[in-house]
């Protein structure tokens, strides 16, 4: 996870790893909280159609379940009232800061069709954003620019800037995140599921993991495996307790790599028009792109719309990266490349990123989930050479994936240990990626795979971008979970899906 723009830039978000053992999330017997409330359900104040909201409250700290609470929005959409009717489909969305409600939004009556109304669809806002108690650091504007917040070096290289904009998001999040802040975290998430199954009163559930989503499926199908039913997991990445987060973003250069040549192929294709065409051939679109990107550090464009951010070399990028997600943005894509490249004086040409920062939630929520969950590096220099080494293998994200996060300056231990994926659990659980995911690689995929064992099927599908289930229009790939949700049949092995 087509994505969304808005689910775009936190799914972007997704990065970074732990030196942390595995082990199980344990909560304590004696703080084990008393069952939730049923929820009460009714019309969405601000959906269309069928959707049914409702808030379920669960523990701000679930080793404290009688203190402070927090409220998660959820909402449904119900299925079809016959005896074919199998239960709940949770929807789990990407990120870490991705919103559910917003998620079954815009994907849920696609969902609806395909399963011929055999699920009752359900979707919640994580804590912390959305329609749920939402989180707050109080980190200015600027820090909350998405090349900012990431960790884009200078143009020679430089990070001297992102350690000074990390420690001051650590120091703020710290300061003033209070307990809200304190209890974003994986771990939590998957505790929250459990809370909300328990309130559908289902034995089981059903569900569709997205990005980041994956994980969270993943750990909590560890966890309570004996509460899953048909299990999908859309776009993994590597769950092992030594790379979870920080490796994920590090995977992102070599992801760039891979995604780029169908960006670059669709680009330079002759039956292009004019306003779109950056190359007669495709392998020019590369060098092209670095040499704009290199001009714009050394002078950065403005927009004719105030709101936008000027076009630095750091933010074309950005742009780069962002687009590789889905095809329905290489033509935005390529008219900025077009007008940077060709046009002097203020850029009237479409943004493909968001003209203002991102909101203090889903910051809050990205960096509170990041650091809360695994222990970071705190040798600076260790980031530079990294830096330094990244920028020369993988020049199209400039060393950005292994920069400077706040994390590095966090300072407080993980409340828990990331959980070891392992192959103990039922076979219920069907895995489709995209061969060239941008964000998350193939090879994290096949991490996820070899650490499920026989649990688990993968159906790759030969595509680019990120998020496979109804996304990019490949019929293969979308029947092989349609079926494994409507009929529980996975492919006898793990399967490739040609390109379409």
């Known amino acids: 996870m087509a994505l969304s723009n808005r ?19 344990t909560v304590p017997a004696q703080a084990s909280p008393a069952p939730p409330a049923a929820l009460t359900w009714k019309p969405c104040a601000s959906a269309a159609g069928a959707t049914e909201c409702a808030t379920l409250s669960v523990p701000m700290d679930y080793r404290d379940p009688r203190g402070q609470r927090v409220d998660l929005a959820v909402s449904r959409l119900r299925g079809a009232d016959s005896p074919a009717k199998r239960g709940t489909l949770l929807v789990i969305p990407g990120g870490p800061g991705g919103s559910g409600v917003a998620r079954l939004a815009t994907k849920g009556a696609e969902l609806r069709k395909q399963t011929g109304g055999a699920y009752d669809i359900v979707a919640f806002d994580p804590r912390g954003v959305g329609g749920s108690t939402q989180a707050d650091c109080g980190i200015s504007d600027d820090d909350r620019e998405i090349t900012h917040l990431r960790p884009w070096p200078g143009p020679d290289g430089d990070i001297t800037a992102n350690i000074a904009r990390a420690r ?19 771990a939590n998430e998957v505790r929250d599921i ?37 299990w999908v997991l859309d776009s993994s990445g590597d769950p092992d307790p030594n ?23 669709w680009a330079a294709d002759p039956s292009r028009d004019r306003a779109h065409r950056l190359a007669e051939r495709a392998e020019d679109v590369r060098p092209m792109f670095l040499e704009l990107a290199a001009k714009l550090d050394a002078a950065p464009r ?52 968001p003209g203002g920062p991102l909101g203090q939630s889903e910051t809050a929520v990205v960096v509170g989930t990041l650091c809360n969950d695994v222990s970071w590096p705190h040798d600076l220099r260790s980031y530079a050479r990294a830096v330094t ?44 990626q995209n061969l060239r ?33 109804l996304a990019n229009g490949n019929a293969c790939g979308d029947r092989a979970v349609t079926d494994f949700l409507t ?5 006898a092995g793990d399967v490739v899906c040609p390109k379409q």
């Not at 987060?245 to 760039?256: F, L």
């Not at 990028?317 to 390529?334: C, D, M, V």
């Not at 998350?440 to 499920?452: D, F, K, V, Y």
């Open 243 to 265: 790379r979870v987060e920080r490796g994920w973003s590090a995977n992102m250069s070599a992801a760039a790599d891979d995604s780029f040549p169908d960006f670059a192929a």
């Open 7 to 25: 689910a775009h830039r936190k799914a972007l978000l997704l990065t970074l790893s732990a030196t942390a053992v595995a082990a199980t999330l």
């Open 389 to 432: 080494a990244d920028r020369a293998r993988h020049p199209l994200t400039a060393g950005m994936p292994v920069g400077v996060m706040p994390c590095a300056f966090w300072k407080t231990a993980p409340t828990d240990k990331p959980v070891r994926i392992t192959p103990r659990g039922p076979s219920n659980i069907l895995m489709i």
């Open 487 to 491: 009929t529980g049949r996975r492919p």
């Open 168 to 186: 001051r998001v650590a120091t703020a999040c710290q300061t003033d995140g209070g307990a809200m802040l304190r209890n974003i975290s994986t």
């Open 437 to 469: 995911d941008p964000s998350t690689p193939h090879r994290g995929a096949l991490e996820m795979r070899r650490s499920l064992g026989d649990r688990a099927r993968l159906v790759t599908v030969d595509s680019g971008g990120h998020g496979a289930y």
């Open 302 to 353: 403005k927009f004719a719309d105030p709101a936008h951010f000027p076009l630095t070399g750091n933010r074309l990028r950005q742009a780069l990266q962002q687009g590789l997600y889905t095809k329905n943005s290489f033509e935005p894509l390529a008219e900025l490349i077009l007008a940077a490249r060709d046009t002097t004086g203020p850029l009237k040409v479409r943004d493909v990123l």
């Open 194 to 230: 459990e809370s909300l199954r328990t309130a559908l009163g289902e034995e089981k559930l059903s569900a569709w993991g997205v990005s980041y989503g994956t994980y969270v499926g993943a750990v909590y199908a560890q966890k309570y495996p004996h509460r899953t039913d048909r």
